[in-house]
């Protein structure tokens, strides 16, 4: 197979692609480009593409795996943080007519918005190999985002996927768990190694699947409130819930007789840690001392 059939995730043609362009991977926007096809295939696999759907991409990089994403899906909007990946991504992409690239923050665009003035229409997914150093505040923006997402398929480092799945008890539950749980059925669907990256990053990475719940499963009507009063909850990790939940709402005497006359309704001991606790317990506290 001559250089110019691979796909671009092929290391061969990767690295062509490399020498062509001069590129040197920017750590200080977490680059890392995807050189395994059969990562990337799983990838697409995960997200149930078919050819109606409109994908949104964050940070396609060379375009691995915008390619295949093209491949399955009627559009992909395509957001690139790295103005220099602009002529490398115009050239590899050159032959998909279904692929725009957007020079944008996705930190900074409304996708809302976005989507409206597209007029997109039918499923929105999103599919994504995340930059390491804001893959938190990435993935709860597009979580707080109005819009009912089919699924997100987020490639992450492996902890911080491990985080994002975490159940009560487990060492890493915690906010980002409570977070991404109360709105998203959340599982890891892939893990992929370090090896399948160029330049290999020390560490692991995972994709998690998250699907919208059909549901206000936890009745939370205001999130943005309640996941403040979760992360006061486990502000100090190593301290008891009813420490932190003094930090937050003051030690007064009249709020340690309401705090603890809460605790004992919801039968939770004071010695208790918010890491053992399930988001229902979370939901009634907030209900009965966040507001």
Not at 148 to 159: G, P, S, Y
Not at 217 to 232: G, W
């Amino acid at each position: 197979m001559t250089e110019n059939k691979l796909s671009i995730a092929n290391p061969i043609k990767t690295n062509a692609i490399i020498k062509k362009f001069k590129l040197r991977a920017k750590k200080q926007l977490g680059q890392n480009f995807l050189t395994s096809e059969t990562a990337i295939d799983q990838i697409c696999d995960a997200a149930e593409l078919t050819d109606t759907d409109t994908v949104i991409e964050i940070g396609p990089g060379i375009g691995a795996l915008t390619e295949k994403l093209a491949q399955r899906a009627k559009m992909v909007y395509a957001f690139e943080i790295d103005e220099s990946l602009l002529p490398v991504l115009a050239d590899t992409l050159m032959d998909y007519q279904n692929v725009e690239i957007i020079n944008q923050d996705i930190l900074k665009v409304d996708l809302k918005e976005f989507i409206n003035e597209k007029q997109i229409t039918g499923a929105v997914k999103v599919v994504a190999n995340l930059p390491y150093y804001i893959t938190t505040p990435i993935l709860l923006q597009l979580l707080d985002e109005e819009i009912v997402f089919d699924n997100l398929v987020l490639m992450m480092q492996k902890e911080v996927a491990e985080r994002v799945t975490a159940t009560p008890g487990h060492r890493e539950y915690g906010s980002l768990s409570i977070g991404v749980q109360s709105r998203m059925d959340a599982k890891i669907s892939i893990i992929i190694g370090k090896k399948a990256f160029f330049p290999q990053p020390k560490i692991d990475s995972a994709v998690v699947s998250l699907t919208k719940m059909t549901t206000n499963k936890y009745q939370i009507e205001n999130f943005k409130e309640f996941n403040k009063f979760v992360r006061s909850c486990f502000a100090q990790k190593r301290k008891s819930l009813w420490n932190n939940l003094l930090n937050m709402l003051g030690r007064t005497d009249a709020v340690k007789e309401r705090v603890r006359g809460v605790l004992a309704q919801l039968d939770i001991p004071e010695n208790t840690r918010a890491e053992q606790l399930p988001i229902e317990k979370f939901k009634e506290m907030f209900d009965l001392l966040g507001k």
